[in-house]
């Protein structure tokens, strides 16, 4: 049927040779997921088979409505698959496994900044002191330390995607997820916000689960990029990134080889986004 | 051979002058917003004075002011200004609390609980159309005419409005903040009190708002059907006795604990949410 690449079980040498650790840390076989809506069944991912080692940054790209969020949801513990097998690895049980960025505005808009970014961490009862040395830190990162106060109706949209950014990171996870956090942001401004996130990144070396529908971002961020079918989704193409870090957003385009994985992916995710295109209706 | 030339007609523009005004218009809007008032009631003094108003159904603000004084300072304490005054605030008060604080709780939960909201909600929807007033006569056959029928019928009116703006409060926060939550872990307390409360604490205080407005109504009406006290009760013994200073009196007085009662609302509408855009 599709070429999906069949990823087994066993750790595969991957692109980055830096990253120490080849451990794989989320492993989904033959994962599904279906509902019903208004009577009739709907598969929204279908055997999706995927090994990410610990400390990679993957990018899942895929044309919209291809479950992409459900799957993500789905490793999140927010939604249940329902068929197939998921395994997360948490190595450091005194660390949470698991934090989210979200798509849209998650920010609590009753919590100032620093309440927010130090959500996870009261709800973890890490003592006072710790959480804000921790909220410094990452609002210093995100470079938000002078709006510590501030309400998030005070801020921009920008400023409130960094806010969730460093919410995220300050939980210290194994594994970030996130869900196509810069999708609703300027060209500028999520240049910006994705060297921010490789900064941060590269600082802790995170498993990192991204979701997007942009080529550009994946190449920018990843070190590997899924190509997701349309609904049904599945995998259908598994592409190594291996340009250089540290990497700036837009230094990235003309390194050497981004040219031709941008034609790759481009090839790949074309057909599928031909498929969600309104077909005539059969009677 | 050619179109013939036709000359333009040419809009000029002026430009205006930069003007800097002395006073700002929103501070004339106060001024004429104060004075309104005073405008009237000066014409009201000089209507009665001339006997184009009648004094029997409305009479001279000053003497309405000097009836004021002397129900405050010259009567005995049981029967003073002061004292009905208190009594009012103070079956209002304990009325308000004893219906909101369980409805903010019930509220809650509904709005968390979706089996729980099938349940109680038929119930608020069948009991809520009722005009409270019309329970009255049956609290007081429970309760008897002592306090507790006034705390009672205050409570029940308090208790629909707050109980069905919070459990909408809470029910329309949005999904996302739940997720996060359970993203972050946040245990069922954790929750209700860092999500659910504070993201229906704006409809909550509408409510609360509501339920206030409410309370002085049902508060007003129980006194003049069953009491010895309070500001409904002043109101209506002047009736029964015309003597219409002291009913004018009462009216200005429930009219300043409406108008101070809100103005407080709304500050500690600002304190509690900071957060909201106004």
């Known amino acids: ?283 | 051979m050619a179109i013939p030339a036709s000359t333009p007609q040419i809009e000029v523009r002026t430009s205006s002058r930069l003007v800097v005004r002395k006073v700002s218009p929103a501070a004339i809007e106060r001024i004429v917003a104060i004075l309104t008032p005073l405008l009237l009631l000066g014409l009201w003094e000089a209507l009665t004075r001339s006997d184009v108003l009648d004094q029997r159904f409305f009479p001279a603000p000053s003497s309405i002011i000097g009836t004021f004084y002397h129900m405050t300072f010259n009567m005995p304490w049981d029967n003073s200004l002061t004292y009905h005054v208190l009594v009012s605030l103070s079956r209002a008060l304990i009325g308000f609390l004893l219906g909101a604080i369980p409805a903010i709780v019930i509220g809650a939960i509904m709005g968390l609980v979706p089996i729980v909201r099938a349940a109680v909600q038929p119930i608020v929807g069948a009991l809520f159309p009722i005009p409270k007033v019309a329970i009255l006569p049956l609290l007081m056959l429970i309760f008897g005419i002592g306090e507790e029928s006034k705390w009672a019928i205050i409570a029940i009116g308090v208790f629909f409005q707050v109980l069905i703006a919070t459990a909408a409060g809470v029910a329309n926060i949005d999904r996302i903040y739940l997720d996060v939550g359970a993203n972050f872990k946040a245990g069922r307390i954790a929750t209700y009190t860092s999500i659910a409360f504070p993201g229906a604490l704006p409809l909550i205080v509408a409510g609360l708002r509501l339920g206030w407005g409410s309370s002085l109504l049902l508060l007003v009406t129980a006194e003049m059907v069953s009491s010895q006290s309070g500001i409904g009760f002043l109101i209506w013994r002047a009736w029964q006795l015309m003597t219409v200073e002291d009913m004018y009196v009462g009216l200005v007085v429930i009219a300043f604990i409406g108008i101070t009662s809100f103005w407080l609302i709304d500050a500690l509408e600002s304190r509690l949410l900071p957060w909201k855009r106004r």
Not at chain 1, 55 to 66: A, D, L, N, T, Y
Not at chain 1, 169 to 187: Q, S, T, V
């Open chain 1, 1 to 283: 049927m599709n070429a999906v690449t069949q990823n087994p079980v066993l750790p595969l040498p991957i692109a980055d040779l830096r990253a120490p650790a080849r451990t794989p840390q989320i492993i989904a076989r033959q994962l599904g997921k279906e509902f019903i809506s208004d009577g009739r069944s709907v598969v929204a991912l279908q055997d999706v088979n995927i090994v990410i080692e610990q400390g990679q940054f993957c990018c899942i790209v895929g044309p919209s409505g291809c479950g992409k969020t459900t799957l993500l949801r789905i490793v999140a513990g927010l939604e249940t698959h329902t068929s197939g097998e998921l395994r997360l690895a948490h190595f450091n049980q005194t660390k949470p496994l698991l934090s989210m960025v979200f798509q849209e505005q998650s920010i609590f808009p009753w919590m100032t900044v620093e309440g927010n970014v130090e959500y996870g961490l009261r709800m973890r009862k890490v003592p006072k002191a710790e959480r804000r040395d921790t909220v410094r830190h990452y609002l210093d990162k995100v470079s938000l330390t002078q709006f510590a106060g501030s309400y998030p109706h005070q801020l921009s949209g920008g400023m409130k995607q960094r806010v969730s950014i460093a919410r995220a990171f300050a939980n210290d996870p194994e594994i970030l997820l996130m869900d196509e956090p810069f999708a609703a942001l300027d060209e500028q401004n999520k240049a910006i916000l994705q060297e921010e996130l490789l900064r941060i990144w590269e600082e802790s070396r995170k498993t990192v689960l991204f979701i997007t529908h942009s080529i550009d971002e994946a190449l920018v961020l990843s070190d590997r990029a899924l190509v997701m079918t349309a609904r049904p989704g599945t995998l259908k193409a598994d592409i190594a990134v291996p340009l250089q870090r540290p990497r700036g957003a837009y230094e990235i385009r003309s390194s050497p080889g981004y040219a031709e994985l941008n034609e790759r992916m481009w090839k790949e995710l074309r057909e599928e986004v031909m498929n969600t295109r309104p077909q005539k209706e059969i009677a």
